[in-house]
């Protein structure tokens, strides 16, 4: 099947990044949300986006247009109908997210994808209650979509090695590099990321060094662009503190118990960069 048409569900960070990404790849998108205001706001990021490209030579004003024109927004499932691939990029909450993809199942044709953004959502359990198991897969993109190279597939326990293949070939058309992944809690990377940011806060609990040479450790001794403890107060403490939950509950282990210290900065409200302080002041 060729896919010409994306419909995605939501045009927030993730939604409207996914629709830029597939817009200036020239294909064709359907980005619906539960409102006008949320849809124009999506487009609205998308252009403001395509500005600071065309502001760094990257792509020309023309580009621009031509990449808009393919973007149809909408409040309607209904017009879900025309894409070959529908990408779920809503609200991460799991009851809002089995309406929205029971709706768009029994809207959209048999043999049409339907894949979710999910961070931390089980595939295999969003699968189950679709009547497409099978066509039914895990689409991970990073955060500012347009600049990250990775796209997580997640496969749950039912997904066919026909949808698979499809959704790999999409996210190289987007330009970028996927990784297949069978699922589990935090798939691969927030799995790794996500426990080396709780340890992170255990080496400063125990006053093994400043925040500052944390992070500086890391950045120069392992080449990371970003600490540790300033990447926490990007994503925001309370959203750490959630997946260390998901991980300890979900695996039963205790090498995943949250560090005192973060769940004492967030019972603080140091929640990082939204709040104006978290390790760090802003
Ligand atoms: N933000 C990130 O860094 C990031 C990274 C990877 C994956 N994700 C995942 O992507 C998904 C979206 O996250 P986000 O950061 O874009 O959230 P967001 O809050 O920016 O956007 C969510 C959008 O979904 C819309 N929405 C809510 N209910 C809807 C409905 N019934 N139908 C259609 N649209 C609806 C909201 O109006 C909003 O515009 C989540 O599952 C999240 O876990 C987020």
């Given at each position: 099947m060729t896919i010409s048409t994306v419909g995605i569900i939501g045009a927030g960070t993730m939604g409207n990044g996914i629709a830029q990404a597939c817009a200036v790849s020239g294909i064709n998108v359907v980005m619906v949300d539960i409102s006008d205001a949320a849809v124009q706001k999506g487009v609205a990021t998308v252009a403001g986006s395509l500005d600071r490209l065309i502001k760094k030579e990257k792509i020309t004003e023309a580009d621009k247009s031509a990449a808009l024109a393919r973007i149809k927004t909408s409040?309607?499932?209904?017009?879900?109908?025309?894409?070959q691939i529908v990408i779920e990029a809503a609200t991460e909450n799991y009851e809002l997210k089995l309406k929205i993809l029971k709706q768009a199942d029994a809207l959209v044709a048999p043999e049409v994808i339907i894949a979710s953004n999910t961070s931390s959502i089980s595939i295999t359990k969003l699968a189950a209650a679709t009547s497409r198991a099978d066509r039914f897969i895990g689409m991970h993109f990073f955060n500012p979509v347009p600049m990250?190279?990775?796209?997580?597939?997640i496969r749950g326990l039912q997904t066919s090695d026909a949808t698979h293949d499809a959704v790999k070939q999409l996210s190289e058309r987007l330009g970028k590099s996927p990784i297949t992944v069978k699922n589990a809690?935090?798939?691969?990377v927030n799995r790794i990321l996500v426990p080396m940011i709780n340890e992170a806060f255990f080496v400063l609990a125990e006053g093994l060094a400043t925040p500052e040479d944390i992070d500086a450790g890391m950045k120069l001794g392992?080449?990371?662009?970003?600490?540790p403890l300033a990447l926490a107060d990007m994503i925001g403490l309370d959203v750490c503190l959630a997946v260390m939950d998901v991980y300890l509950t979900e695996?039963?282990?205790?090498?995943y118990r949250p560090c005192p210290l973060l769940k004492e900065m967030v019972a603080a409200g140091r929640l990082g960069r939204k709040t104006g302080r978290g390790v760090y002041q802003y």
């Amino acid at each position: 099947m060729t896919i010409s048409t994306v419909g995605i569900i939501g045009a927030g960070t993730m939604g409207n990044g996914i629709a830029q990404a597939c817009a200036v790849s020239g294909i064709n998108v359907v980005m619906v949300d539960i409102s006008d205001a949320a849809v124009q706001k999506g487009v609205a990021t998308v252009a403001g986006s395509l500005d600071r490209l065309i502001k760094k030579e990257k792509i020309t004003e023309a580009d621009k247009s031509a990449a808009l024109a393919r973007i149809k927004t909408s409040t309607s499932y209904d017009d879900l109908k025309a894409a070959q691939i529908v990408i779920e990029a809503a609200t991460e909450n799991y009851e809002l997210k089995l309406k929205i993809l029971k709706q768009a199942d029994a809207l959209v044709a048999p043999e049409v994808i339907i894949a979710s953004n999910t961070s931390s959502i089980s595939i295999t359990k969003l699968a189950a209650a679709t009547s497409r198991a099978d066509r039914f897969i895990g689409m991970h993109f990073f955060n500012p979509v347009p600049m990250m190279a990775l796209v997580e597939i997640i496969r749950g326990l039912q997904t066919s090695d026909a949808t698979h293949d499809a959704v790999k070939q999409l996210s190289e058309r987007l330009g970028k590099s996927p990784i297949t992944v069978k699922n589990a809690p935090g798939f691969v990377v927030n799995r790794i990321l996500v426990p080396m940011i709780n340890e992170a806060f255990f080496v400063l609990a125990e006053g093994l060094a400043t925040p500052e040479d944390i992070d500086a450790g890391m950045k120069l001794g392992c080449n990371q662009p970003i600490g540790p403890l300033a990447l926490a107060d990007m994503i925001g403490l309370d959203v750490c503190l959630a997946v260390m939950d998901v991980y300890l509950t979900e695996f039963g282990d205790s090498k995943y118990r949250p560090c005192p210290l973060l769940k004492e900065m967030v019972a603080a409200g140091r929640l990082g960069r939204k709040t104006g302080r978290g390790v760090y002041q802003y």
